[in-house]
């Protein structure tokens, strides 16, 4: 089990999202490229694994959509981005999938502009 010091891991609530910031991360935020991507219904379990991830790969800052936000993701619940610099972590990510959480790898910022979506995204739509 990954032990999460509360002292290191900051949780804002701004505008539509949830932001969970590392206080630890040693990158400049300006190296970030893109994102993984989490799905679940539950959204007290990807805030959990948001923690985890974050202290146990030294990663900056991930998301996920307040309670306010309407649901975007038709079909898959809430997502949760986890922001990194490179597609380092796919391999290992891929692991904390569990019946109720869906890991769908990595998408880079040049793809999210681009508005390209995964196809189960499009399927559900």
């Not at 010091?5 to 206080?23: A, G, H, L, S």
């Not at 019946?99 to 769908?104: K, L, M």
Request: hydrophobic content about 35%; overall charge positive; charged content about 30%.
């Amino acid at each position: 089990m990954i032990h999460i010091d509360k002292n290191d891991i900051e949780v804002i609530t701004r505008y539509d999202w949830i932001w969970i910031k590392n206080k630890n991360y040693l990158e400049s935020r300006d190296n970030i490229k893109g994102k993984y991507l989490f799905f679940s219904d539950d959204k007290k379990e990807l805030l959990y694994l948001a923690k985890v991830i974050l202290s146990k790969y030294r990663l900056a800052i991930a998301k996920i959509p307040s309670s306010n936000t309407p649901n975007k993701n038709k079909g898959f619940g809430y997502v949760l981005c986890i922001y990194d610099s490179k597609n380092r972590y796919c391999n290992e990510l891929k692991f904390l999938a569990t019946n109720s959480i869906a890991f769908r790898y990595w998408k880079s910022d040049a793809d999210t502009r681009a508005k390209k979506y995964s196809k189960q995204y499009i399927n559900n739509k």
